[in-house]
């Protein structure tokens, strides 16, 4: 037994030595230091996120929880937020660490001089010192240096990896020198007072009045993340030396006030060039005055710079000679194919309905909306967001997708999207029909008291879904591929882990057996910035493989609305009443 | 309503397309008149599906396959009915705006007023406002019908509306408006005569300029 009253923690792979009181989790231990392990249950104990590694095992007594397994116990792993160390020992944390910029002066200093040695970080700015006063340079430029003010040792230079949605904006700071997320934050695009959609903006934009408009809408409310983030961090806007903008075509042009009403109409001109860097001040950045702002390339008019920093974000779209779909669904679904050869994106228009938008009782991804529906059985089964017990304000994308497919698959709906009438669903249980309802004198299908799916949300789905197959259905003929000799299919953007890919699929939105091949992968625009933030090798990388990327515009191709029209149509179920008892009630599976 | 007519109505809901041409024939064989078949048969079975529609309980794939059987039965109809003297319920010209190369809803509109009776000429997508002028001028069409989708788009139908008045033609028809970012105030806006906010209405508001 040891009697000491402090314990000494080797921190991994920081080098750092941290010294703290007995008694302390190692989460509070390394928060005293600056240094954060995700936990988004706040350290109850609950989430299982903050996993960590201590040498020696016996030093920390275990933390038993379902996301840790006996093996892994053994082996040293423990939830930092409930291990409380005995003894001295080292911890090796997870890929996920963040640090606080103000605290964690010692490696940065290591650091500041040497980032081209630090593996594969080579960002596009270098800070050097002489005379104790500080300067920065672009990297193409290196003897254009210009002086950073009240910089140190202890400052690290900082980059702004900023995804610029038409609904929701993301940045994230992003130490330059150790390839650290520093900070990061969301909001809703303020420009959605003008208009919901890509097309709304871009009439509302099309004279210089309502540009202006826009443009100081949406540069405020970019303002305001990168004050939150940097207070976050506890650092300054003019240590941002860097940005990175992934966005779609239109949010990035408005934001830059360049005319968009080109991009509304054939032959749809971009007029912004991707692929290379502007002065902070163009998006209206206010971070350091002589900071560069890196778009990436911009393919078409609906095919932004979000997606090909997408694309940088799903390794392998570019390296791999696997056969890839890529599909980033929001309002406007984009997608790629790569057969390992040819490469080849598109665009469609999906309308709201997968961001729960213009349905009767649609709503964003948030507490109290429906997320999964099941069939036990007996009656339909609704997983909400938030705590127990949390009433159901409205559905969800995923939701939207997972109650249509589980009503195909009892037979609620027909192939058609038509709801069934009650005399038609004579054979299923009294919970079920007691459901399908008439709501202003239309069918429709009373999930709760006041939340609904009508015949016409359904519609809705039906249009999206539709646009998206068909996108998907072309780039595969273009590229000469079969559905089945796909080997991955990565979904970005809205959709969270909770969407089945089996929804996906069953209302025909993905080829027939595909779904087992589906990977979510969150936010590719937001982490191929990063990425690109962090390397200029990669930057360069994405321009020459997007050179050989071809885009295939669909709205010209005549054969494209057969298709469509034929695509709205949902798969034909291959039995009724086909559903695995295992999926019964409780929590959905998460894939 | 004869056996054989009413068929041919169900048949035309189904979208049934093998056996229209075959009912079709044999309505003519039993007797009836083209006209006969064409109201009582056809007619009938689109008045079902233009109701259906607006209620959502038929939607975009089956009713454009409605159209196609539809089609399929007028290819026997037709050459009886040039004979005839029969009485079209007024000629209807439709087409999408420049810029915009949207075809469902207008192809949706198309049909409903070829299943209300209408002559129906559809100039496609993307027509300038003068290639819509000088089809009025030839074709003397009782109402033009305008479509965009796209907010984009929507100028364009103000511009037709304007060209029409340039060259003197905007007394001669009735201009009807629509798409989806289409409201009955845009319409008024524009100076357009008429809105409709789905397919099936918009050949009830025909209608009434017509009566």
């Known amino acids: ?591 | 309503m004869a056996e054989i007519l009413q068929e041919m109505a169900d048949v035309l809901i189904k979208g049934d397309m093998k056996t229209i041409s075959d009912l079709t024939q044999k309505a003519l064989d039993q007797g009836y008149a083209a006209e006969h078949v064409l109201q009582k048969g056809l007619l009938a079975g689109m008045d079902v599906i233009g109701k259906r529609f607006k209620e959502g309980d038929m939607f975009i794939p089956e009713v454009l396959r409605s159209a196609k059987t539809m089609h399929k039965a007028m290819e026997i109809l037709r050459p009886i009915l040039a004979q005839s003297d029969v009485q079209s319920q007024g000629t209807f010209l439709i087409a999408t705006v420049e810029g915009d190369m949207h075809d469902i809803g207008k192809n949706l509109v198309a049909m409903m007023f070829e299943g209300a009776g209408f002559e129906v000429i559809n100039l496609g997508i993307d027509q300038k406002a003068q290639a819509i002028v000088d089809a009025v001028k030839e074709k003397k069409p009782n109402i033009l019908g305008l479509s965009a989708l796209l907010t984009t788009t929507m100028p364009k139908m103000e511009d037709t509306i304007k060209s029409l008045h340039e060259a003197g033609l905007r007394d001669q028809v009735k201009v009807m408006v629509g798409g989806a970012p289409v409201t009955a105030e845009y319409a008024e806006k524009i100076g357009a005569d008429g809105y409709a906010p789905n397919a099936a209405s918009a050949v009830d508001k025909a209608k009434e300029f017509l009566s």
């Open chain 1, 1 to 591: 037994m040891s009697t000491q009253k402090t314990v000494t923690m080797r921190i991994h792979p920081l080098g750092r030595t941290v010294r703290s009181a007995m008694g302390l989790t190692i989460r509070q231990a390394l928060q005293e230091q600056g240094i954060y392990v995700d936990s988004p249950c706040d350290g109850q104990g609950v989430c299982g996120q903050c996993k960590i590694r201590v040498e020696p095992a016996e030093a920390v007594p275990e933390t038993p929880h379902a996301n840790i397994s006996m093996k892994e116990a053994q082996a040293g792993i423990r939830l930092a937020c409930q291990a409380i160390p005995k003894d001295d020992i080292q911890v090796f944390l997870p890929p996920t660490y963040r640090l606080d910029a103000q605290q964690a002066p010692v490696d940065e200093t290591i650091l500041i001089n040497r980032y081209q040695a630090e593996g594969n970080i080579q960002p596009a700015v270098q800070v050097r010192e002489a005379d104790g006063r500080f300067w920065f340079s672009h990297t193409w430029t290196p003897s254009q240096e210009y002086p950073l003010q009240d910089w140190t040792f202890e400052v690290s230079p900082k980059g702004l990896a900023l995804d610029l949605g038409t609904t929701t904006l993301a940045a994230s700071l992003v130490c330059l020198s150790t390839g650290r997320e520093l900070a990061s934050a969301g909001r809703l695009n303020p420009q959605i007072d003008y208009g919901h959609d890509v097309l709304t903006r871009i009439q509302r934009a099309s004279d210089p009045e309502g540009l202006d408009l826009l443009a100081s809408s949406v540069q405020s409310g970019i303002q305001e993340l990168i004050r939150e983030i940097c207070t976050q961090a506890g650092a300054r806007p003019e240590h941002i030396l860097d940005a990175v903008i992934g966005g779609n075509t239109t949010m990035l042009q408005i934001c830059a006030r360049e005319d968009p009403s080109p991009l509304g109409r054939m032959p749809f001109t971009v007029g912004l060039a991707g692929g290379c860097n502007y002065p902070a001040a163009r998006f209206g950045l206010d971070i350091h005055p002589q900071a560069r702002v890196y778009v990436p390339p911009i393919a078409h008019a609906f095919v932004g710079s979000d997606i090909s920093a997408g694309l940088v974000a799903i390794q392998g779209f570019f390296e791999s000679a696997d056969t890839m779909l890529f599909l980033d669904v929001g309002t406007n679904g984009e997608m790629g194919v790569s057969t390992g050869k040819v490469r080849v994106l598109t665009s469609t228009a999906a309308g709201p309905a997968f961001e729960g938008s213009g349905l009767r009782s649609g709503m964003r991804a948030a507490p109290g909306a429906i997320q999964a529906v099941s069939y036990d059985g007996n009656d339909l089964q609704l997983q909400i967001i938030g705590p127990k017990n949390q009433e159901a304000h409205g559905i969800c994308g995923s939701g939207l997708l997972d109650l249509v497919h589980t009503l195909l698959e009892i037979g609620v709906l027909d192939p058609s999207g038509r709801l069934m009438t009650r005399e038609e669903l004579f054979d299923l249980p009294p919970a079920v029909v007691s459901r399908v309802q008439k709501l202003d004198g239309k069918a429709a299908l009373q999930l709760t008291d006041s939340v609904w799916l009508t015949q016409g949300d359904i519609r809705q789905l039906q249009l999206a879904k539709g646009a998206v197959r068909t996108g998907i259905d072309f780039l595969l003929h273009k590229a000469g591929l079969d559905p089945r000799d796909l080997q991955r299919i990565v979904v970005g953007g809205g959709f969270g882990n909770v969407l089945r890919p089996a929804s996906l699929e069953g209302v025909g939105m993905l080829p027939p057996d595909t779904g087992e091949k589906v990977l979510f992968a969150g936010n590719t625009s937001q982490f191929g910035c990063v990425r690109l933030l962090l390397s200029t090798a990669a930057r360069e990388k994405l321009e020459q493989d997007m050179a050989g990327v071809e885009h295939i515009g669909l709205a010209q191709d005549a054969a494209f609305m057969e298709a469509f029209v034929q695509n709205m149509l949902f798969p034909e179920p291959e039995s009724l009443l086909s559903f695995a008892p295992s999926s019964i009630g409780g929590e959905p599976e998460i894939p």
